[in-house]
C-alpha cells in the first residue's frame, strides 16, 4: 500500500512509549499498534486529531505517500 504510517518516527522523536500514547490518546494498544505496524485499512479523523494533539504534530508527520509501495506480508 503507498501510504505509509510514521508513527513509530514520530514517537521516537517525542520519546514517548506506546503505552504512554495510549493514555493520552485513549486508545487501546492493540489498535494503536495496528497502526503503528501500517496494517490498519482506516483512521478516524478524531483519532488522527488525538494523535497530534499528543504528538505535537500534523497529519503529513504521520502519514506519508509513496507511490509504487507495496504492502508489506
Known amino acids: 500500500m ?6 513509530d518516527v514520530m514517537m521516537a ?3 514517548m512509549s506506546l503505552n504512554e500514547l495510549s ?3 485513549d ?3 492493540s489498535n494503536l499498534s495496528i497502526l503503528k505496524t ?3 485499512k482506516a483512521v478516524r479523523f478524531s483519532t ?3 494523535l497530534c494533539e ?3 504534530c500534523q497529519p503529513a508527520d504521520l502519514l ?3 507511490p509504487g509501495e507495496e504492502k508489506k506480508s
Do not use: F, H, M
Not at 503507498?2 to 508513527?7: D, F, K, R, T, W
Open 64 to 66: 506519508e505517500y509513496r
Open 23 to 25: 493514555e493520552k490518546v
Open 2 to 7: 503507498p501510504i505509509i504510517v510514521n508513527l
Open 27 to 29: 486508545i487501546t494498544l
Open 48 to 50: 488522527l486529531e488525538s
Open 13 to 15: 522523536k517525542r520519546k
Open 38 to 40: 501500517g496494517k490498519a
Open 54 to 56: 499528543a504528538l505535537d
